[in-house]
């Protein structure tokens, strides 16, 4: 069975820093654009970092430019997700997702095929 699966998610104090991982099972993640996604309550779904399947090109949200970064080990079939200087707005439910979306499309969901259930992450004082 094909899947993703994220682990890291955790309540932090505003300033922290947690990592994310999403590891792939059944496939590899070789030829795959890897996303992270993420959702807060009462809101859309949103492309936070994209990275292309050779980690040539990337893509931040502006939101969080600076302050996380996206990397993989394709030998591990396993993406990252780094978070530092959290605050309150990094709250949500983040998702990671494995495709093959054009580069110009990297952020949109619908170039991605395979979805993990979401890790929770909550930034709060």
């Known amino acids: 069975q094909m899947q993703l699966v994220e682990s890291g998610g955790a309540t932090v104090h505003p300033g922290g820093s947690l990592g994310l991982s999403c590891a792939a099972s059944?496939?590899?993640?070789?030829?795959?654009?890897v996303s992270w996604f993420r959702q807060a309550p009462g809101k859309a779904r949103e492309a936070v970092s994209c990275?292309?399947?050779?980690?040539?090109?990337?893509y931040y949200s502006d939101s969080v430019k600076g302050r996380f970064t996206i990397s993989r080990d394709n030998a591990k079939t396993t993406a990252y997700l780094q978070m530092n200087r959290l605050n309150p707005e990094d709250t949500a439910l983040y998702y990671c997702?494995?495709?093959?979306?054009?580069?110009?499309?990297?952020?949109?969901?619908?170039?991605?095929?395979?979805w993990g259930q979401g890790t929770q992450v909550t930034v709060s004082s």
């Open positions: 059944g496939f590899s993640l070789d030829h795959y654009a």
């Open positions: 990275i292309t399947f050779d980690g040539d090109s990337t």
């Open positions: 997702a494995a495709g093959q979306p054009i580069l110009s499309q990297l952020r949109l969901e619908t170039g991605y095929w395979y």
